[in-house]
């Protein structure tokens, strides 16, 4: 079974400090994608980024940088500078390379509040 | 690209009564489209999984009868809640999923949502 967790729920920062949300993940495939989600109140889910489990390098895009950790099973996302507009409800996700159906198993999501 | 719309946003029904809701691929052409339900604070439940031209399959506990779903063509699928009651009120959201690349690269694009409120 697949399971993913994000143990913050809410986080809350003032803006331009940098924030970190961490992303654990649970899974008996050796292959694997892992997605990170963003939804702002309105309600739509925006497409970050997806990682492959083959591929541990470090990622970077603009203010958003991501930390794969095979080793500690870790998908930890981090927001450089943050902004009000970067208040949301962010989630991280895990699929099966193949088969699975195309699946998402989803985390509880954390909630980050940035405040003036 | 990799849009997806939903419609309508917002609905406010009377208990009894059937809605539906539409999803669609604005740019891409999608083998498989979801559909979750969202509550207030909550993470996404899927609810089912939607294959053009074939019957969807519907994740356990989700009633079949109650939520029925038509993927007509690569761009539309729609969801009818049938005989709506008050406990169907949630955040309904559809997302589709790209084709064309690699096997399993596929990634889930998400509509906006649909909001509906049970009376």
């Known amino acids: 079974a697949q399971k993913v967790t994000q143990a913050q729920t809410e986080i809350s920062v003032v803006e331009k400090e940098d924030v970190t949300l961490d992303c654990v993940y649970e899974t008996r495939d050796t292959t694997y994608y892992l997605f990170w989600y963003k939804q702002p109140p309105s309600g739509e889910l925006v497409f970050l980024i997806r990682r492959n489990s083959f591929d541990e390098q470090n990622e970077i895009s603009g203010r958003y940088s991501w930390n794969f950790q095979k080793s500690t099973s870790s998908f930890n996302f981090t927001i450089t500078a943050s902004q009000v507009v970067d208040s949301a409800v962010y989630f991280c996700?895990?699929?099966?390379?193949?088969?699975?159906?195309?699946?998402?198993?989803f985390g509880t999501g954390t909630q980050l509040k940035v405040e003036l | 690209g990799a849009v997806v719309s939903q419609h309508p946003s917002r609905v406010i029904c009377k208990s009894g009564t059937s809605v539906k809701i539409e999803c669609r691929s604005l740019?891409?052409?999608?083998?498989?489209m979801f559909w979750y339900r969202q509550f207030p604070k909550q993470s996404l439940m899927l609810m089912a999984t939607?294959?053009?031209?074939?019957?969807?399959?519907?994740e356990q506990g989700v009633e079949k009868d109650k939520f029925l779903i038509n993927h007509a063509s690569l761009t539309l699928s729609t969801l009818t809640v049938t005989s709506a009651h008050p406990e169907d009120s949630s955040f309904y959201i559809c997302?589709?999923?790209?084709?064309?690349?690699?096997?399993?690269?596929?990634?889930?694009?998400f509509g906006p949502g649909t909001r509906l409120l049970v009376l």
């Open positions: 996700a895990l699929r099966k390379l193949t088969g699975g159906g195309n699946k998402l198993t």
């Open positions: 939607s294959n053009e031209g074939s019957k969807a399959t519907y």
């Open positions: 997302s589709a999923a790209t084709s064309g690349g690699p096997k399993g690269s596929e990634t889930q694009y």
């Open positions: 740019d891409f052409q999608a083998t498989t």
